[in-house]
Nanobody
Framework: QVQLVESGGGLVQPGGSLRLSCAASGSIFRVNVMGWYRQVSGKQREMVASIDSGGAAVLAESVKGRFTISRDNAKNTVYLQMNSLKPDDTAVYYC??????????WGQGTQVTVSS
């Protein structure tokens, strides 16, 4: 059974940086487009970034120029480098398949809090 485990979140001041990691227990990355999503309590989950098996990335307009998504298929890991963080980036961040998330793959997520 494939599991996705997100890590790397934390509390950071505005303008700071964090690097999130998403590790999979299986080799799903080799055949799947993977995405990072985020959710604020009480709001709908939104896509942040996606990356295909060849490394082609798509970023949401709200994070373009600040976030970078990358993947290491050998390590079954997807990364999200977040720079110039803003309070509006505060959310729980999840990874999953893209464009259609797989229900069984939702993990616990990792909390990112941007606050002074």
């Amino acid at each position: 059974q494939v599991q996705l485990v997100e890590s790397g979140g934390g509390l950071v001041q505005p303008g700071g940086s964090l690097r999130l990691s998403c590790a999979a227990s299986g080799s799903i990355f080799r055949v799947n487009v993977m995405g990072w999503y985020r959710q604020v309590s009480g709001k709908q989950r939104e896509m942040v970034a996606s990356i295909d098996s060849g490394g082609a990335a798509v970023l949401a307009e709200s994070v373009k120029g600040r976030f970078t998504i990358s993947r290491d298929n050998a390590k079954n890991t997807v990364y999200l480098q977040m720079n110039s963080l803003k309070p509006d980036d505060t959310a729980v961040y999840y990874c999953n398949t893209f464009p259609i998330p797989t229900r069984a793959y939702w993990g616990q997520g990792t909390q990112v809090t941007v606050s002074s």
